[in-house]
């Protein structure tokens, strides 16, 4: 997403190009810009000038609708009610509440999405272009615009 979002306006990259340039097969990463095409966070088209580009701004595209476009918008933690398995024979009545690990974990799973939810693609792009020394930065740009299409 990054990537896309740094994509001169109304030029499009191609999926292989996408994959190579992540190290990824090409299969994989068709699969995720295709759940993220059918969430409406990238546009993609086929063809000689085919390829994908962000559908909206980078601003305006946060991790969670990434992680939710991929994932899905199930929890990370998945409670299997292991104390029902307990030797003990205690009642069902006895487990109203979830267990204390499970509160732990779904306030955690929700602090995870706020913090995706906060965080913009347009974040990212600036804590990239502050963090990465600028070399590489212009030797990626450069690799990029001998592949971006129209």
Same mark, same amino acid.
């Given at each position: 997403?990054?990537?896309?979002?740094? #994509?001169?306006?109304? %030029?499009?990259?191609?999926?292989? /190009?996408?994959?190579?340039?992540?190290? +990824?097969? !090409?299969e994989?990463?068709? !699969?995720? $810009?295709?759940?993220?095409?059918? =969430?409406?966070? @990238?546009?993609?088209?086929?063809?000689?000038?085919?390829?994908?580009?962000l559908?909206?701004? =980078?601003?305006?595209?946060?991790?969670?609708?990434?992680v939710?476009?991929?994932?899905?918008?199930? *929890?990370?933690?998945? &409670?299997?009610?292991?104390?029902?398995?307990?030797? &003990?024979k205690?009642? !069902?009545?006895?487990? %109203?509440?979830? &267990?204390? @690990? *499970?509160?732990?974990?779904?306030? =955690? /799973?929700?602090?995870?999405?706020? @913090?995706?939810r906060?965080?913009?693609? $347009? /974040?990212? @792009?600036?804590? +990239?272009?502050?963090?990465?020394?600028?070399?590489? #930065?212009?030797?990626?740009?450069s690799?990029?615009?001998?592949?971006? %299409?129209?």
């Open positions: 997403m990054s990537i896309l979002a740094a #994509l001169p306006k109304d %030029k499009r990259l191609a999926t292989r /190009d996408l994959a190579h340039f992540h190290g +990824v097969p !090409k994989y990463l068709l !699969k995720a $810009l295709q759940q993220l095409s059918n =969430a409406g966070l @990238v546009d993609g088209s086929i063809g000689k000038s085919g390829g994908y580009k559908a909206k701004p =980078a601003d305006k595209i946060t991790f969670l609708d990434v939710t476009a991929i994932e899905g918008n199930k *929890s990370t933690f998945n &409670c299997t009610e292991i104390r029902q398995n307990s030797p &003990c205690i009642p !069902k009545s006895a487990f %109203k509440k979830p &267990c204390q @690990v *499970s509160r732990v974990m779904y306030k =955690a /799973d929700e602090a995870w999405r706020e @913090v995706l906060e965080t913009t693609i $347009l /974040d990212l @792009v600036k804590q +990239v272009e502050s963090e990465v020394p600028e070399e590489i #930065l212009s030797e990626n740009r690799w990029i615009e001998e592949r971006i %299409k129209s």
